[in-house]
Nanobody, 131 residues
Framework: QVQLVESGGGLVQPGGSQELSCAASAASASIFTIYVMGWYRQAPGKQRELVATITTGGITKYGDSVKGRFTAHRDNAKHTVYLQMNSLKPEDTAVYYC??????????????????????WGQGTQVTFSS
């Protein structure tokens, strides 16, 4: 019921910076809030791993491999999460997936929001290291 659309992927330079963004939308309901939004990534032949998550209150969690280099921030009113990536390394090459959990929506004909079951994932955006 909630769609996550990522943007900002592409070729990145060694030591460079890139920002990803992910916007949430709902076709048949109005999003009230999304408690957790964030990013995971998956490189070829590897398992999907945590990159960063951020709550509505701004509490962040980062994967060990990106601490100090990547920063997650969000616009709660726009239900959008961003990932600022600095000091990029070859091992950052991966498909980056947007993630959302703790989603509350207001359905048509209802006055109060209700929680959606489960989490939501975007389709992924490729970040490729350019030598």
């Amino acid at each position: 019921q909630v769609q996550l659309v990522e943007s900002g992927g592409g070729l990145v330079q060694p030591g460079g910076s890139q920002e990803l963004s992910c916007a949430a939308s709902a076709a048949s309901a109005s999003i009230f809030t999304i408690y957790v939004m964030g990013w995971y990534r998956q490189a070829p032949g590897k398992q999907r791993e945590l990159v960063a998550t951020i709550t509505t209150g701004g509490i962040t969690k980062y994967g060990d491999s990106v601490k100090g280099r990547f920063t997650a921030h969000r616009d709660n009113a726009k239900h959008t999460v961003y990932l600022q990536m600095n000091s990029l390394k070859p091992e950052d090459t991966a498909v980056y997936y947007c993630y959302a959990d703790g989603i509350w929506v207001t359905k048509p004909g209802h006055e109060s929001p209700s929680p959606l079951q489960g989490d939501s994932w975007g389709q992924g955006t490729q970040v490729t290291f350019s030598s």
